[in-house]
Every structure is written in C-alpha cells, then in structure tokens.
C-alpha cells in the first residue's frame, strides 16, 4: 500500500515536471518560424535617398512590414551583429561601413519568407545580381550592397531579437 502510493507520487512528479519542461522549453526546431525574416537598409542606399523606393520594392514583393525603426549603430553593435563573419578580410571596413551612418532595420512577413527575399534583393556583389533585384537596382558594391537579408529562418530569428523586443513587433 505505502509503496504504491509511492510509486504514484513519483510518477504525477514526474509527469508535473515533464509538462514544465514541454512548456517552457519546448523544442526550437519545432517552434522555428518559417515566414520571417529580417532586413537592413544599409547606409549607402540611406545616404543615397533610397528608403522609400527600396520598402516600396518589398511590399509590392508580397513581404508585410511586420516591426520597424530608424537608428545609428555603434561600431560595437555592428560588430556584434556580424560577428559571425569576424574571421573574414573584409570584417573590420564591413563595421566601418555599417557604422558610418543611419540605417533602416525591420522585420518581414511572407510564406518562405528568408529565400524568397533572398531572390528580391539579389546576389551579395550588385554586379552579379539579376536584373530587378533590389542590389541590382540600388547598389553600387559589395561592401555598399544598399541592403541586408538573413540566411535563415534561425538567423532570421536571431536578427530580428538583436534590435526588437516583444513589445515592437506587431
Ligand atoms: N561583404 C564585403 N565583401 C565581401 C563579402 C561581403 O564587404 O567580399 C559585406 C557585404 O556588405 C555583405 C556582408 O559583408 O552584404 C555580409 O556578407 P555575406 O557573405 O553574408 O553576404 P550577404 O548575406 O549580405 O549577401
Ligand atoms: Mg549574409
């Protein structure tokens, strides 16, 4: 009697802290949002007047603006944001230039979304881009390449939390 009543406190323990796990936890592969992604204006296409030509680009390319702002970034937190390429040559004018003036960051809504907006904008060096592609149309390098586009759905996520909280996407 006392050991299966035992048993049983051991098993809804059990089952109580499995739930929790499952609740809190849960599995990120599973939770992985596949119709988001994020993008920048770089500074060139600002300083060049292009904010209003390349957002008309995205919307009329099926992507809804989801969450937005307006900033400078520091050089430490263009560093961070592309520490994943802090190895590579071109690393420290890449900050240089993300730091040199305003950008436009935002995040974007559409089915498949990170390589659907990978095909709008176009390959990184604007003169192997196709004809239409937003770097084709806006950009004159591939260092000033006008605009950025995660890779993935998982950076896309790791992006879009890098400059909005909970409370700015809608
Ligand atoms: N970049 C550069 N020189 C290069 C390759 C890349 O200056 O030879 C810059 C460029 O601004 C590019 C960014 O580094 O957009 C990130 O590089 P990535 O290979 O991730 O290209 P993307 O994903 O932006 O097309
Ligand atoms: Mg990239």
Known sequence: MY?????SVRFTKRVYLLTLKRYF????????????????????????????????????????????????????????????????PFYNDLVTFMSSGP??????????????????????????????TIRNLFAKSIDANAVHGSDSDENAQIEGNFYFSAFEKF
């Open 103 to 132: 950008i436009v960051a935002a995040i974007l809504e559409k089915d498949n979304a990170v390589e659907d907006f990978r095909k709008l904008i176009g390959a990184t060096d604007p003169a192997k881009a196709e004809p239409g």
């Open 25 to 88: 936890c849960g599995n990120l592969k599973e939770t992985m949002e596949t119709n988001k992604t994020f993008t920048m204006i770089k500074p060139d296409a600002v300083a060049n007047g292009h904010i209003g030509a390349i957002l008309d680009h995205i919307i009329k390319g099926g992507f809804k603006i989801t969450a937005m702002k307006y900033l400078w970034l520091t050089p430490e937190k263009a560093g961070q944001f592309y520490a994943v390429h802090s190895a590579r």
């Open 3 to 7: 050991l299966s009543f035992k048993l």
